[in-house]
């Protein structure tokens, strides 16, 4: 079964810093899309960036990049000049080969001090 | 604005009562995925629809059924709850393979007494 690997259950940063969150996963398909989704104690799933498998180009959004090895089959998610509202918990997310699922690891939580 | 909802938001219920939680969304997305959410476990995927009667049980399907009658609806049915079903449980909804963003309900707090 494919697997998404989150090994940091917790992680903390202080505000302005810049944090990596780990992701590694397990698939054996060439075409595939990788997900990062943010959970604040709100409880609301969002989606913070995503990328897709066939490009070599990292994915940015504005505060948030990937570090995308396809070889290594790892995609770490850097939070530059962190803020309060970053806190939150961090879910990975793979697709599954020929399939509408997504496969979740099991997340980070993220704690921004001040 | 398409939107994904889910109700009640919070249910206290009693162990061995039938128990529905609703789903409802109007992306009009054939694909629809329930999940509950643990301490330590992460999203586990329960039950999940690729379209009107269409049905499949996920990782943790056990004690739990949906029934998919129309596009914008999936319930999910506890036939008889248990105190290990106590747990925040979401819906999710997804336009189809490739890069499409799920979408994800605002959750419902489940607590069997």
């Known amino acids: 079964a494919q697997t998404v690997t989150q090994s940091q259950p917790e992680m903390s940063v202080q505000e302005a810093e810049t944090v990596t969150l780990s992701c590694t996963y397990d698939?054996?398909?060439?075409?595939?899309?990788l997900f990062w989704y943010k959970q604040p104690p709100s409880r609301q799933m969002i989606l913070v960036i995503r990328?897709?498998?066939?490009?070599?180009q990292n994915a940015t959004e504005n505060r948030f990049s990937v570090n995308f090895q396809k070889a290594a089959k790892s995609f770490s998610l850097k939070i530059s000049d962190s803020q309060l509202g970053d806190a939150a918990m961090y879910f990975c997310?793979?697709?599954?080969?020929?399939?509408?699922?997504?496969?979740f690891g099991k997340g980070t939580k993220l704690t921004v001090n001040p | 604005d398409a939107e994904i909802t889910q109700s009640p938001r919070h249910k206290i219920t009693e162990t061995g009562r039938q128990v529905t939680l609703a789903c409802h969304q109007t992306?009009?997305?054939?694909?629809m995925f329930w999940y509950r959410q643990d301490l330590g476990h992460g999203l586990r995927l329960i039950h999940y629809?690729?379209?009107?009667?269409?049905?499949n049980k996920g990782e943790v399907s056990d004690g739990y059924s949906v029934s998919r009658s129309n596009t914008e609806d999936l319930p999910l049915t506890l036939e008889s709850a248990a105190s290990s079903q106590t747990s925040v449980y979401f819906c999710?909804?997804?336009?189809?393979?490739?890069?499409?963003?799920?979408?994800f309900g605002p959750g419902t707090r489940l607590t069997v007494t």
């Open positions: 997310a793979s697709t599954q080969g020929g399939s509408e699922k997504l496969v």
């Open positions: 698939t054996s398909e060439s075409d595939y899309y």
């Open positions: 990328q897709e498998a066939y490009k070599q």
């Open positions: 992306w009009n997305h054939n694909n």
């Open positions: 629809s690729y379209g009107v009667q269409d049905t």
């Open positions: 999710a909804s997804r336009e189809g393979q490739g890069p499409y963003e799920q979408y």
